[in-house]
T-cell receptor, first 114, second 112 residues
């Protein structure tokens, strides 16, 4: 089955610096790759996603890149701010007989120091 | 529009007790999911329901049962709770034509 590995598990950056989180996946049939942000005591919230027919997508300070050949995708946050501190999860989609499912990475704790 | 709601927010059970976690969504989504979140392990799928009347096992279904009561509601039942089921449980929903899943606020369950 699909396996998603996420690195690093924790990341500390200075306010204003960039942060990069990387994920690899195993199922070449996966075609949708979302990133979720989870703040303390809350459920995960989608921040950006990318489909397999696109190599890069940007939304203000956040960007995601996808390399289908190498089966890896990355989240880039520029000009980090204290409110970016949270747990970030990557995921990859898999299709099954009963519908689409997501397989999640283990998560990255991002701390932005001011 | 409340989105995805879960009850209760917190629960403490003794080993062997049973309980049902409730989830409801008001977005007219067809698919619903139950995940558990444990430190260092991300979100793992317990069960999901692609549409009303259908359910299927996810990655970690043992010890759980689900009921898709109607299009809005998807409940998760622990028949005989075990300490290994101590976790934070999240419900999510998705519109069929979209990949995006919307998550509820979670239920923190402790089994002693």
């Amino acid at each position: 089955g699909e396996n998603v590995e996420q690195h690093p598990s924790t990341l500390s950056v200075q306010e204003g610096d960039s942060a990069v989180i990387k994920c690899t996946y195993s199922d070449s049939a996966s075609n949708y790759f979302p990133w979720y942000k989870q703040e303390l005591g809350k459920g995960p919230q989608l921040i950006i996603d990318i489909r397999s027919n696109v190599g890069e997508k940007k939304d203000q300070r956040i960007a995601v890149t996808l390399n289908k050949t190498a089966k890896h995708f990355s989240l880039h946050i520029t000009e980090t701010q204290p409110e970016d501190s949270a747990v970030y999860f990557c995921a990859a989609s898999i299709r099954s007989e009963y519908g689409n499912k997501l397989v999640f990475g283990a998560g990255t704790i991002l701390r932005v120091k001011s | 529009n409340a989105g995805v709601t879960q009850t209760p927010k917190f629960q403490v059970l003794k080993t062997g007790q049973s309980m049902t976690l409730q989830c409801a969504q008001d977005m007219n989504h067809n698919s619903m999911y139950w995940y558990r979140q444990d430190p260092g392990m991300g979100l793992r799928l317990i069960y999901y329901s692609a549409s009303e009347g259908t359910t299927d096992k996810g990655e970690v279904p043992n010890g759980y049962n689900v009921s898709r009561l109607n299009k809005r509601e998807f409940s998760l039942r622990l028949e005989s709770a075990a300490p290994s089921q101590t976790s934070v449980y999240f419900c999510a929903s998705r519109l069929t034509l979209s990949y995006e899943q919307y998550f509820g606020p979670g239920t923190r369950l402790t089994v002693t």
